[in-house]
């Protein structure tokens, strides 16, 4: 993997392991970017292929870079270690949806003016959460559910979705 490659230290930000990587490394994968960027990572070279994910700006230059558990697993390590990073830019990042929206939440949207108007409304990467989720669901029951849920959401009721309060 061509980029960079740095050693730092895992540490925790709520319940989220990270590392911070500096403005001058971030400049090193892209120059004056000051929103979420899109890199491909390993930790002590793993995983393979690269975990994409977006590494997130602190506001100062400088950028969180959260590691997701199936990182960790791949390369056996922890908050608290000190570990060798690699990023690089993830020049085949597409913002937006990447799982097809599946039919029956197609259907339900069409059918709520409200919810499908928000759902419009929504930033990329919210509707690609969303779908993320949505594509996961096994079974009608949850399927079903799910969907009755994020549709009263998305027509402005509140309840929590996602993780989120929604409407609050």
Do not use: C
């Amino acid at each position: 993997m061509t980029g960079i490659t740095f050693n730092a230290t895992i540490t925790i930000r709520g319940i989220n392991p990270y590392v911070l990587v500096s403005g001058e490394l971030a400049k090193q994968l892209k120059e004056q970017w000051r929103k979420p960027l899109p890199v491909l990572v390993q930790v002590n070279g793993q995983p393979e292929p690269p975990w994409r994910i977006n590494m997130m700006p602190v506001g100062d230059g400088s950028f969180y870079l959260y590691l997701h558990a199936d990182v960790l697993n791949a390369s056996g390590t922890g908050v608290g270690d000190v570990v060798q990073v690699a990023l690089q830019f993830d020049a085949g990042y597409v913002p937006g949806p990447v799982d097809p929206m599946p039919d029956w939440f197609r259907i339900a949207l069409e059918q709520n003016s409200a919810a499908s108007q928000r759902w419009n409304s929504l930033v990329p990467s919210l509707q690609k959460e969303i779908l993320r989720y949505l594509a996961r669901l096994k079974s009608a029951e949850a399927q079903a559910r799910n969907t009755e849920l994020a549709i009263y959401v998305l027509a402005g009721g509140k309840a929590r979705f996602l993780a989120r309060s929604w409407n609050e």
